[in-house]
């Protein structure tokens, strides 16, 4: 059974500090990995989606790693800001998407 | 194109009740699932439609049921409402290959 797991499951910082979110899974047969946000009481927005044969994407000051061999994936954020502000949860597929409960990120001014 | 809308935004319903809940989903999207989140917790699987055939399911009981309709619509049935019934219930479209997966804004379900 795959199973999800999202180091740290808090984190604050302040403006402007580049940070990383982990993410690890148990069960490396995965189609593919994607990380999203989540602001309080709203849906998910996607922000990178990883496909098992690659190793990153980026996007703006975004960046996701994936290593399949060993389970892991980072969300590299730099030059944070305080609208980054939210709750980050990575998802592995197969046939369904399994989540880690999220990372909630307080960016502070 | 429009995204992903969920409908209704907010419910309150009592023990014992039904509820249905509406998704539509994003243009050129056949595939549609469903998860469950409650508070402080990642989403948790409930089942997929593909093409109005259910194509997977999680540890869900049989009193969550689904349907998903011609146009790729789709409705979540809870009977017998129980008071851990109360979450966030999100609905996601991806494309007919493995893609990214896009979600509605969810619709938050309170049973008193």
């Known amino acids: 059974k795959q199973e999800v797991t999202q180091i740290p499951a808090a984190l604050s910082v302040p403006e402007g500090e580049n940070l990383v979110l982990n993410c690890s899974f148990t069960d490396s047969a995965i189609y593919n990995l994607q990380w999203f946000r989540q602001d309080p009481g709203k849906g998910l927005t996607s922000l990178l989606l990883i496909q098992s044969s690659q190793r990153e994407q980026t996007s703006g000051r975004l960046n996701a790693s994936l290593d399949k061999s060993s389970g892991r994936s980072t969300l590299y954020i730099a030059a944070s800001q305080p609208g980054d502000s939210a709750t980050y949860l990575c998802a592995v597929s197969r046939n369904d998407m399994r989540f880690g409960a999220g990372t909630r990120l307080t960016v502070k001014p | 194109e429009t995204g992903v809308t969920q409908s209704p935004t907010h419910l309150i319903k009592t023990r014992g009740q039904q509820v249905t809940l509406r998704c539509s989903s994003q243009?050129?999207?056949?595939?549609v699932s469903w998860y469950q989140q409650a508070l402080g917790q990642g989403p948790q699987f409930i089942f997929q439609y593909y093409r109005e055939e259910e194509n997977g399911r999680g540890n869900f009981p049989p009193r969550f049921s689904g349907l998903q309709f011609p146009n790729y619509s789709s409705e979540l049935n809870v009977n017998a409402l129980e008071l851990d019934d109360s979450a966030l219930y999100l609905c996601?479209?991806?494309?007919?290959?493995?893609?990214?997966?896009?979600f509605g804004q969810g619709t938050r379900l309170t049973v008193v």
């Open positions: 996601a479209s991806s494309p007919p290959t493995v893609g990214e997966a896009f």
């Open positions: 243009s050129g999207h056949n595939t």
